[in-house]
């Protein structure tokens, strides 16, 4: 069983850039193909970005296509969320997921792993 816990987050500024982390425990990470949701106050939990297995596709909502990157070390057992001229709307707790199967990775429903979140908060 792989356990999640993310990292990364804080108060930031409009324009500036962030990195988030997930680490993963357990020794099958490579099993698990990753994604980035994330929720704001009185919102719905809204898929960020999803990275395949291999980590040879990476998928993004398409409001962040541009801004936002996704990556994963397998050796490191962690994946990365890249965000930079990050916008006072990006304000969210962010979680990273992890799921057994490369399709369908927009939706909340293919992840069977969730971690506990990190605070982002962009001020204007």
């Known amino acids: 069983q792989v356990q999640l816990v993310e990292s990364g987050g804080g108060l930031v500024q409009a324009g500036d850039s962030l990195r988030l982390s997930c680490a993963a425990s357990?020794?099958?990470?490579?099993?698990?193909?990753m994604g980035w949701f994330r929720q704001a106050p009185g919102k719905e939990r809204d898929f960020v970005a999803s990275i395949t297995r291999s980590g040879d596709s990476t998928d993004y909502a398409d409001s962040l296509k541009g801004r936002f990157t996704i990556s994963r070390d397998n050796a490191k057992n962690t994946v990365y969320l890249q965000m930079n001229s990050l916008k006072s709307e990006d304000t969210a707790v962010y979680y990273c997921?992890?799921?057994?199967?490369?399709?369908?990775?927009?939706?909340?429903?293919?992840?069977?792993?969730w971690g506990q979140g990190t605070q982002v908060t962009v001020s204007s």
């Open positions: 357990g020794r099958t990470f490579s099993n698990y193909a």
């Open positions: 997921a992890a799921g057994p199967t490369d399709w369908g990775l927009r939706y909340r429903n293919r992840y069977g792993l």
